[in-house]
C-alpha cells in the first residue's frame, strides 16, 4: 500500500480524515497536533504532517 502524505499549514490544530474515497473511505475522524508534528490515521494510514514555519 502507497504511504498518502499530506503537509499542513503550520498554524493548523485539527485535522480530519475520511479516507479520501468518497462513500467507500472511512467513518470521519479528527485529530489534534497538540505538540506534535505528525499525525497518522488509525483507520487508513493516512500521514498528516504540520508544516514548520
Do not use: Q, R, W
Not at 14 to 36: K, Q, R
Amino acid at each position: 500500500m502507497e504511504e498518502d502524505i499530506k503537509v499542513v499549514s503550520s498554524d493548523t490544530e485539527t485535522i480530519s480524515c475520511d479516507g479520501g474515497e468518497d462513500g467507500l473511505g472511512h467513518p470521519a475522524v479528527y485529530y489534534t497536533f497538540n505538540n506534535e508534528n505528525k499525525i497518522v490515521c488509525g483507520y487508513c494510514g493516512k500521514i498528516f504532517i504540520k508544516k514548520e514555519d
